[in-house]
T-cell receptor
C-alpha cells in the first residue's frame, strides 16, 4: 500500500499569511506525529495524536501553531501569521498502536519570505 | 531532559574503509535507540533499532549504557551508503523520537 503522504510538498508564504499542511497517514495507523526540521538540524517533535485525540502538543513553538485530526486519519497542521523562523521542513510520521517503527512522509518544505 | 548528540556533521571515507558514526545520548531512564537514514531525494526511514541487535545493510550498532553511546558501524563502506544518518532516542510509552542533528556520510570511490 501507499506510504505516508503530505501536501503540498513545497509552500512559499509571505510573512503574516496563514498556511495549512496536510498529512495522510498509512491506513489503519492510530498514532500520528508532526516534526519540524530546520535547515541543518534533526527533526524536532511538535505534536502527537492517537486516533483523533491530541495527546501531546508540548513541542508546538507558539500559539500560532495548531494541529487537528478530527476523524482519526488525515491531519492538518496550521500555522497562523507565519514568521521567517517558521521556514523549515514539516514532517509527518505514523505508526500502528503496537509497533515501534514510525513511517515518515516526504515532508512539506515551507519557506516564509 | 533527553538529548542526542552526533558530534560529526560530515564524515568522508573511502570505499572499502570502515565507518563509525558516533552517537551519544542523555536520558535518565532506559531508552530505545534507533538509527534513521535519509538517502538523497528519499524520505527518512528506519535503519536499525538497538533492541533488534541485527545487521542491516552491513551496519550494526551496540548500545553502551556505561558510555551512553550508540555508535553505528560498518566494516567496509559502499558508495550507496552515502546519506544523512540520524540517531534517535525514545523513552517508554507513546512518546516521540528525539533526534540528533545528523551526520552526512560521504563515501568516496
Amino acid at each position: 500500500g501507499a506510504g505516508v503522504s503530505q501536501s503540498p510538498r513545497y509552500k512559499v508564504a509571505k510573512r503574516g499569511q496563514d498556511v495549512a499542511l496536510r498529512c495522510d497517514p498509512i491506513s489503519g495507523h492510530v498514532s500520528l506525529f508532526w516534526y519540524q526540521q530546520a535547515l541543518g538540524q534533526g527533526p524536532e517533535f511538535l505534536t502527537y495524536f492517537q486516533n483523533e485525540a491530541q495527546l501531546d502538543k508540548s513541542g508546538l513553538p507558539s500559539d500560532r501553531f495548531f494541529a487537528e485530526r478530527p476523524e482519526g486519519s488525515v491531519s492538518t497542521l496550521k500555522i497562523q501569521r507565519t514568521q521567517q523562523e517558521d521556514s523549515a521542513v514539516y514532517l509527518c510520521a505514523s505508526r500502528t498502536g503496537t509497533t515501534y517503527e514510525q513511517y515518515f512522509g516526504p515532508g512539506t518544505r515551507l519557506t516564509v519570505t | 531532559a533527553q538529548r542526542v548528540t552526533q558530534p560529526e556533521k560530515l564524515l568522508s571515507v573511502f570505499k572499502g574503509a570502515p565507518v563509525e558514526l558516533k552517537c551519544n545520548y542523555s536520558y535518565s531512564g532506559s531508552p530505545e535507540l534507533f538509527w534513521y537514514v535519509q538517502y538523497s531525494r528519499q524520505r527518512l526511514q528506519l535503519l536499525l533499532r538497538h533492541i533488534s541487535r541485527e545487521s542491516i545493510k552491513g551496519f550494526t550498532a551496540d548500545l553502551n549504557k556505561g558510555e551512553t553511546s550508540f555508535h553505528l558501524k560498518k566494516p567496509f563502506a559502499q558508495e550507496e551508503d552515502s546519506a544523512m544518518y540520524y540517531c534517535a532516542l525514545k523513552s517508554a510509552g507513546n512518546t516521540p523520537l528525539v533526534f540528533g542533528k545528523g551526520t552526512r556520510l560521504s563515501v568516496i570511490a
